[in-house]
């Protein structure tokens, strides 16, 4: 199953058919045409907005149920502009057409005699309006789907984009991890050191040199350093981060509608890094955290726009 972006971008236009076409075409340059465009961004929720012209407001009902079918969450607008054609463009009238207008005509001039006879380009006119009005509705809700399908294909695409995108921050984190795992033996073992030289300075000093042993200062040594090293183990916090990271690669791969899930994943992995971060006494950890932080970062960015 693929995984979807919130953003995108997609239109499309459809020609009214003119009187004796059997369907919509979608050139325009025979008639009236309606073109479609969609957009989207990232929200919470599926946020709906319709531009639509007078003419065309009845079909908000199913424009929001086309767009509600095809999309789960993101703010997106679709907009109508319905194509009049332009003056040199004019269709051919028909005989039906022309007789119902002949009638018409004949029934207001039988109430008013003095009414003017229609001129050719008054009834070219009405040809033109009501030939285009009576597939207006059709053709814009064939354009809307063509144009909902073309932002879901452009949803696909950036979808794509932004799984690349996180696979390397994963792969990233996991090379940190790897590079955090055996930095703390090497910690320990160098404020062990510290702990005996600091043990001998302090007997020096005080003349005490020969009243405690050498084992017992080892000893001693040894307890502050084994104290030590469990406040600074980070070995569960690894362990958890890495299991956050094979469950975010686990739903990448399944794909489907994982935003929001991938959100809380994000803000586990941000508490493990700062828990890194908190437990490290030493500039080689820090800097671990550090970078792990900022990965994780990039990752919350672009999990912010997926659906």
Known sequence: MSVYSMTGFAHATQGVATAGEESPTRSAAAGSAVTVEVRSVNSRFLDLAFRLPDELRGLEPALRELVGA??????????????RETDSVWPQPQPDQLNRLSRLESTVQGW??????????????WCRQGGAAERLDEVALAAAREAIS???????????????????????????????????PAVVQRQQQRFLDRWNEALAN?????????????????????AYALRIDVA?????????????????????????????LIQELHREANTLGS?????????????????????REQVQNLE
Do not use: C, W, Y
Request: charged fraction near 30%; avoid cysteine.
């Open 112 to 125: 008013l005699p003095k009414a003017a006879p229609l001129s050719v380009n008054e009834a070219l006119q």
């Open 279 to 299: 437990k490290s006494s030493a500039l080689e950890l820090t800097n671990v955290s550090v970078e792990m932080k900022v990965a994780i970062e990039q990752m």
């Open 206 to 226: 005080a003349g005490a040199g020969g009243s405690v042993s050498a084992d017992a200062l080892r000893d001693r040594a040894l307890n502050e350093a084994a």
């Open 150 to 184: 073309g932002l879901r294909e452009a949803r696909e695409r950036e979808g794509a984009r932004l799984v690349a995108i996180l696979m390397e921050r994963i792969n990233r984190l996991r090379e940190l991890a790897a590079q955090a795992a055996p930095l703390v």
């Open 70 to 83: 095809a999309f789960k969450r993101g703010k997106i607008e679709l907009r109508v502009a319905p194509q």
């Open 236 to 264: 569960e916090e690894l362990s958890r981060l890495s299991a956050h990271l094979d469950e975010i690669t686990r739903l990448l791969k399944a794909g489907g509608e994982l935003g929001k899930r991938l959100d809380f």
